[in-house]
T-cell receptor, first 112, second 116 residues
Framework: AQSVTQLDSQVPVFEEAPVELRCNYS??????LFWYVQYPNQGLQLLLK??????LVKGINGFEAEFNKSQTSFHLRKPSVHISDTAEYFC??????????FGQGTILTVHP | DTAVSQTPKYLVTQMGNDKSIKCEQN?????MYWYKQDSKKFLKIMFS???????INETVPNRFSPKSPDKAHLNLHINSLELGDSAVYFC???????????????FGQGTRLTVV
């Protein structure tokens, strides 16, 4: 069975600083990985996805993530965060028929 | 606007009642889902329908019954509501993708259900 672990429940950071949100996965089937963002009282929005090919994937809002098969990781990074990036971020693993298994979420708080 | 829309956005009801949440997508997707987000923000899939057929049914009490009248709609009916059913319920949909691989899900805004 697939499982996804987000290693940090909360990450505080100052504006314009870099940030990394960590995600590890375990799976015995094909790996499809996603990062979603949830703003307060809203649904989930896709930031980026890894299906195959290049291990460095770029997403919206300046985010990127690197798929590392040997470390079974898919960490999310942004070189310079904004106040508006404050939200909860979810890493998820997917199957070919669309089932998503989510991590526990990481609350990113950007301070001025 | 093209989107996944859920109604109602908020639902407060008493224990023992029966309630429904409706979901519609106009994205032309063939698969729809229900996810539950609990008070700790943990998200877990409940059901998935592909072209009106149930393809995923996780361990969910029988009090929860999804219904898909067509591939653009997936409703969730809950009987005999319990306090533990309080959560945010998200509907989502996904296109078939390439080679049958579903590349991403598009989520609705969620329905916050509070059982008192």
């Amino acid at each position: 069975a697939q499982s996804v672990t987000q290693l940090d429940s909360q990450v505080p950071v100052f504006e314009e600083a870099p940030v990394e949100l960590r995600c590890n996965y375990s799976s015995s089937v094909s790996v499809y990985l996603f990062w979603y963002v949830q703003y307060p009282n809203q649904g989930l929005q896709l930031l980026l996805k890894y299906l195959s090919g290049s291990t460095l994937v770029k997403g919206i809002n300046g985010f990127e993530a690197e798929f590392n098969k040997s470390q079974t990781s898919f960490h999310l990074r942004k070189p310079s965060v904004h106040i508006s990036d404050t939200a909860e971020y979810f890493c998820a693993g997917g199957t070919s028929y669309g089932k998503l298994t989510f991590g526990q979420g990481t609350i990113l708080t950007v301070h001025p | 606007d093209t989107a996944v829309s859920q109604t109602p956005k908020y639902l407060v009801t008493q224990m023992g009642n029966d309630k429904s949440i409706k979901c519609e997508q106009n994205l032309g997707h063939d698969t729809m889902y229900w996810y539950k987000q609990d008070s700790k923000k943990f998200l877990k899939i409940m059901f998935s329908y592909n072209n009106k057929e149930l393809i995923i049914n996780e361990t969910v009490p029988n009090r929860f019954s999804p219904k898909s009248p067509d591939k653009a709609h997936l409703n969730l009916h809950i009987n005999s509501l319990e306090l533990g059913d309080s959560a945010v319920y998200f509907c989502a949909s996904s296109p078939p993708g390439t080679g049958g691989v579903r590349t991403e899900a598009f989520f609705g805004q969620g329905t916050r259900l509070t059982v008192v």
